[in-house]
Structures are given as structure tokens and as C-alpha cells.
């Protein structure tokens, strides 16, 4: 037991040392300001079109991820957090905190074609290519997972999950 303990120190210390020396590189290349009110929480990059999303308090801002000059905003998205895309379907999906929603917009024209109805507060969202669903994680304190059908913008479910349950263990069935 005295052996498993101290490997398992010794692992977790070459760990933190490994990843505090690899991102020692890190430097701020640019800074773009965006005016407007509200908080911030995730942003991410377009796929192939040379933006960048910042999800912020009511409506996401898109920037040009150069020249950091806005090309639009995404309105009505009140409590966004994470943003997704589907490059196949030219499709976005941001997840709406207080709207208990998830907004789906173009991505050429980035005009809002739905909201689809999740359950509360949806916060992380991912696509999942394989099966071709957005997936949804809430941001109370029981995890659930909300799934959609992107074809349809048919909201499955809600899959609730035990605090202690590992993510590799998480089994979703039955989902068409």
C-alpha cells in the first residue's frame, strides 16, 4: 500500500511539473475589445470560416478572429455559454443558461433559425459527429445531459447522472 502511495505521489508530481513546464510558452498574441454590456464565459472558433465566437451575457459577439473587427451578434441568447458548430449542416448552437434553450443559427449569415427547449440551465455543449447529436450539460449541482437530433431540432431527453459516475462509465442507450 506504502508503494502504491508513494508512486502515485511521484506520478502526480511529474505531472504538475510537466504541464506547469509545458505551458510556460504561453504569451497573449492579441487583444480585441468588444463593446457591449455583460459577462463572459466561452468562446470558440469557427470551423473554416475565420471567426471568432465570444459567448457574452444576452447574445454572442462574432468577431473576424484576425482582425478582431465584429461581423455580427447573435441576439436573444440570454445566459449563453458554450457555442458548437456542425460545419456538414452549416449550423451553430449556442446554450442558453436562462432560457433553458439551445439557439441554432446559420453559419454564413449567422441568422438564428430556432431555439429548442432543453431543461434547466444548459451550459457545456459539444456535437458529437457519430451520431450526429448536440449534447448539453447542465450547470446545477446534478449533472444532466440533454440530447438533440440536429436534423429534426428534436429535443431527446434528459439523462440524469450520479455525481461518482466516471465519464468513460457513462452509457447512453436507447437514443435514436
Known sequence: MKKIIFLSTIFF?????TSLWAQKDFQILKTFHI???????YIAVGPGNN???????TQVNILDKTTGDSIGVIENTTGVHGITFDKSQN??????GRLNNVTVF??????VI???PTGANPDAIMYEPYTKKIITCN?????????????????HGTVQVDQNVRLHDLRVNNVK
Open 51 to 57: 471567426r471568432l465566437y465570444v459567448s457574452h451575457g
Open 114 to 116: 430556432t431555439q429548442i
Open 91 to 96: 449550423k451553430g448552437f449556442t446554450s442558453n
Open 139 to 155: 450547470a446545477l449541482f446534478v449533472l444532466a445531459v440533454a440530447l438533440f437530433n440536429i436534423f429534426l431540432q428534436f429535443f
Open 13 to 17: 508530481t511529474a505531472s504538475l511539473f
Open 35 to 41: 463593446q457591449s454590456g455583460g459577462g463572459w464565459d
Open 106 to 111: 446559420d453559419l454564413t449569415t449567422n441568422t
